[in-house]
């Protein structure tokens, strides 16, 4: 009887589990029909395919299954993505994009504009011909050595089977380049210097510790120094065999783009409502508005500074006043620690404010930037783990001023004041990048996380300083007369990204509006000036994206009156990852 009774118990449990199996297959189908689970699935065989073609970003991202590659930059790599993004694009082409979701159109969007965007860089800009720069391994090596998402052995391995292709990468990296720029081949020869002192002491150390069997750490160690003097080769090959050959040539290729393609890359990479035209126009609205509030400001602070008259020069006493306020910032050895004590003062206002909500778990290290990220002509930035590693430490990366002479010192810190210090803080860390950051890797989809729209990102960084002053964070005249001094910064990079590669502008016209119309330190100028050259359209990505914002919150409050409520908004804006502000827009007026 008990047996029997067993037997039967287990009959059950057998057509139970058969039942159950048919009718979650059944229920499957019935999703898999749908239009949205079906692009769903497609997104996730689209985003493992990215990160087979594009190792390093994976790992930056956190997806570390293809840590151990290297990919080699050939033609016939670039042909076949270039190949693969044409097949995508067509498999796409015949969805309904109407049938889906809003959040999944605005995925779908993004899919197709960054496939679109990667054929345009390989077939009409080739920053791989002009830019050396694009070739560096220090970066990759360094996100995995540093890494706390496996143990350092495991790590290790990845690096090794890595390097062992580092030769072979220099090699094709020298083939590729035909008539790069002056400034990016210079650009190229310091950050490849400083991707050499990876593969160093603290690399071999980390060698020595590890639990990798002695026959690996030798070769490991063999592919070290071989990596070492392929990095160091080829920064020796650009700074004594090609940077001479263009210093003289009268054909070298210019760093300036031109109108045309200003344009389109302004089209793919800020996907603005907006022409970089217009943008460009309401740049210069905005500056003559921003000069009118400072000369209002600092007539009304004159008094409390000088004994004598201000000068009749409206902006000349603008000058004046700021060039006062500057004098108060501190000094050069301490210039790392301001910036680290200042966070916490930054968490407790936003948390008194009841501004947005803050995630405690996730640790900001505030730390000098690394030698290979150093260069580009930007002396703060933040590295955030990816959507895959949520838990790993986001750095704020700051540069000391060791290198500074005594005078290029002072003046740096004079533009980075006791005001602005604070300003930038809230830019880069709290509740700007960083806190952005956070709430992009914890966006329910994946596509908006690895897309991220840099528009969306600055223009958050941007919006968050005024936002934060609107709320009486250290209100003062003294305050906004800065922060208008600031914003005018960002105004000036539209102006000033659209200048140097549409209309020509020279090193002394840029130096003399920066300095004369924004208020700038000359190091200060000469970064930006730097940046300008080296980059193209990243520039107007700041003003852009925080027109876009602040236009979009300012329409809801006039729509929603009373009922607006702003910690919602930030929290609700920030939800939908890093989207495009147009894109995130039609989400939150829907």
């Known amino acids: 009887m008990k047996t029997r009774f067993l037997n039967f118990l287990l009959c059950l449990l057998v057509f139970g589990s058969l039942f159950s199996c048919t009718s979650e297959t059944k229920k499957e189908e019935k999703i898999e029909e749908t239009p949205d689970h079906k692009f769903d699935q497609y997104k996730k065989n689209w985003v493992e395919k990215l990160w087979r073609m594009n190792p390093e970003w994976a790992s930056s991202m956190g997806y570390h299954k293809y840590d151990s590659v ?97 030769p072979l990468y220099y090699e094709t990296a020298i083939a590729n380049l035909k008539n790069p720029t002056v400034e990016h081949t210079q650009l190229a020869i ?32 063999q592919r070290i120094a071989t990596a070492k003097m392929a990095v160091n080769g080829y920064a020796r090959y650009l700074e004594n065999s090609l940077l001479p050959k263009l210093k ?7 760093f300036r783009i031109g109108k045309e393609m200003f344009a389109q890359k302004f089209r793919y990479e800020i996907q603005a409502g907006n022409t970089s035209e217009e943008i460009y126009q309401k740049a210069l609205a905005r500056k003559k508005m921003l000069h009118s509030q400072m000369v209002k400001l600092s007539r009304q602070l004159w008094p409390k500074y000088f004994i004598e008259p201000a000068p ?12 006062k306020l500057s004098e108060k910032h501190v000094s050069r050895d301490e210039f790392v620690n301001s910036v680290r004590n200042q966070i916490p003062e930054l968490v407790k206002f936003v948390n008194a404010k009841k501004l947005l909500t803050q995630d405690p778990s996730r640790p900001l290290v505030v730390r000098e930037t690394p030698l290979y990220m150093r260069g580009g002509g930007a002396g703060a930035s933040v590295s955030a ?30 533009e980075y004041n006791n005001y602005t210090l604070q300003i930038l803080n809230i830019h880069e860390a709290i509740p700007g990048h960083y806190t952005q950051l956070v709430y992009s890797n914890k966006a329910p ?11 969306m990102v600055e223009g958050w960084a941007v919006y968050a300083e005024i936002m934060m002053l609107e709320n ?71 003003f852009t994206g925080f027109t876009e914002i602040y236009d979009l919150r300012e329409e809801l409050k006039k729509k929603q009156g009373k009922s607006f409520d702003l910690k919602k908004f930030h929290e609700q804006f920030l939800s939908y990852g890093s989207a495009p502000v147009k894109y995130i827009r039609e989400l939150m007026l829907q």
């Open 445 to 455: 989809s994946i596509i908006k996380a690895i897309l991220g729209n840099g528009a």
């Open 385 to 414: 783990p990816g959507p895959y590693d949520q838990k790993a430490d986001t750095y704020y990366n700051v540069t000391p001023l060791n290198d500074y002479s005594d005078k290029e010192a002072e003046s740096y810190l004079r």
């Open 70 to 166: 290297l990919a080699i930059p050939t033609p016939k790599r670039r042909s076949g993505v270039v190949r693969t993004y044409k097949t995508r694009l067509a498999e796409m082409a015949k969805m309904d994009m109407k049938a889906l979701s809003v959040h999944n159109q605005t995925d779908f969007r993004m899919m197709e504009n960054f496939m679109q965007y990667a054929i345009w860089q390989d077939s009409v800009l080739r920053p791989h011909e002009w830019d050396p720069s694009v070739y560096n391994i220090g970066n990759g090596v360094a996100e995995i050595l540093n890494g706390r998402y496996d143990s350092l052995t495991t790590r290790l391995r990845a690096i090794s089977l890595k390097l062992d292709k580092a």
């Open 312 to 323: 009749q020069d409206s902006l000349e006493m603008v000058g004046e006043m700021i060039s």
């Open 190 to 221: 310091l950050q490849n210097k400083g991707a050499a002192g990876i593969f160093g002491k603290t690399m071999l150390d980390s060698v020595e510790i590890s639990g990798l069997k002695p026959a690996e750490k030798d070769l490991l160690r």
């Open 472 to 542: 009486g964070y250290q209100n003062s005249p003294e305050m906004w007369l800065m922060y208008y001094k600031w914003n005018l910064r960002v105004t000036l990079n539209a102006i000033l990204d659209y200048r140097v590669h549409v209309s020509g502008i020279s090193e002394k016209e840029a130096m003399h509006m920066l300095q004369k119309e924004g208020f700038q330190e000359e190091a200060e100028a000469k970064g930006k000036w730097t940046r300008a050259k080296l980059s193209q359209v990243q520039l107007s990505s700041y």
């Open 248 to 254: 003289k040539s009268k054909n070298t290729r210019s």
